[in-house]
């Protein structure tokens, strides 16, 4: 939505303050804007091999969603880590094999749908805990493993809007081509009126134009998407790896599960209260 007025908002400012002393005609050159899309496109497919191409493709319709993860999901996280350690300390770690096995079917986890809609999210938690299950862990070599694999999703997530970033970083010099291109064939009509002459450097000026408007007003903000997409994702996997790791460390649910509290965004982060009673109401 707020990608979407941003938009509403530069056309404003910089068609309709045009359109207050000059001709909209006058920016209605076709082929140059044919031109600067097959040079975005082109250099788009050329500057990437397949996974990264369909890695942003399929990212890019995702800023036009709400972020899912927000205080409500956290909550719902929290309270998810806080029942299976808890029925861990209660009935032993034998007890949740069933649930981490199959967690579509499991009663803790079907209490949970936010979280568990997330299937990459409930793949690195019972991973982890089907290690837990498995036999004695080393803290330190765990929290290695947790980094290692959050970095590599970090690594893999962070691919779209670099990809953007790229594209948007382009398109203002493709803008110049056009232009240049213009030029060229301004020259070769160095014999026609002034007045056509003025029209066609005018149309060759709009390549330059359109390239720098595109690339800050359109492509760069979606990059910006992108990224802020990324690092409200990646949250998730801090909170349950320290929640994780501090229940191997032998700290009760209770103080476990504020571990994961204490490391999420201000914005995002549930009070010690209201998670608390949340969580007895739950129980209850």
């Known amino acids: ?34 031109a600067i899309f097959g040079l975005t496109i082109g250099g788009f497919v050329a500057g990437n091999g397949p996974k990264a191409i369909k890695a942003t493709i399929a990212a890019l319709p995702g800023i036009f969603k709400a972020s899912r993860y927000n205080k409500a999901m956290y909550v719902d996280l929290l309270s998810l880590l806080y029942e299976i350690l808890a029925k861990v300390r209660k009935e032993g770690l034998m007890s949740i094999e069933g649930d981490i096995e199959n967690p579509d079917s499991s009663p803790i986890f079907s ?49 779209a809007p670099h ?20 030029v060229v064939n301004v020259m070769g009509s160095v014999g026609q009126p002034p007045a056509v002459l003025g029209k066609m450097i005018g149309g060759a000026l709009v390549g330059t134009f359109l390239g720098i408007l595109v690339s800050y007003g359109f492509v760069a903000p979606v990059a910006g998407q992108l990224e802020q997409k990324v690092e409200e994702s990646g949250k998730i996997y801090q909170c349950m ?43 209850g």
Do not use: C
């Not at 979407?4 to 404003?12: K, N, P, T």
């Not at 998670?275 to 007895?280: R, S, T």
């Open 241 to 283: 790896k320290v929640v994780l790791l501090a229940s191997m460390n032998g700290y009760a649910p209770q103080v476990a599960i504020e571990f994961g509290r204490k490391v999420l965004y201000s914005t995002d982060r549930p009070g010690f209260a209201e998670l608390e009673q949340e969580i007895k109401n739950r129980k």
């Open 163 to 182: 990809v953007v970033a790229k594209v948007a970083d382009a398109v203002p010099a493709f803008g110049i081509v056009v232009a240049v291109m213009g």
């Open 1 to 34: 939505m707020f990608l979407i007025i941003g938009y509403v908002i530069i056309l404003a400012a910089s068609l309709g303050t045009y359109a207050v002393h000059g001709s909209l005609a006058a920016l209605w050159v076709p082929m140059e804007y044919l």
């Open 111 to 159: 209490k949970y749908p936010s979280v568990a809609a997330d299937h990459h999210a409930v793949e690195f938690m019972t991973d982890y805990l089907r290690m837990m299950v498995g036999g004695n862990l080393n803290a330190f070599e765990i929290e290695n493993l947790m980094d290692m694999e959050i970095e590599t999703h970090h690594t893999e997530a962070h691919q």
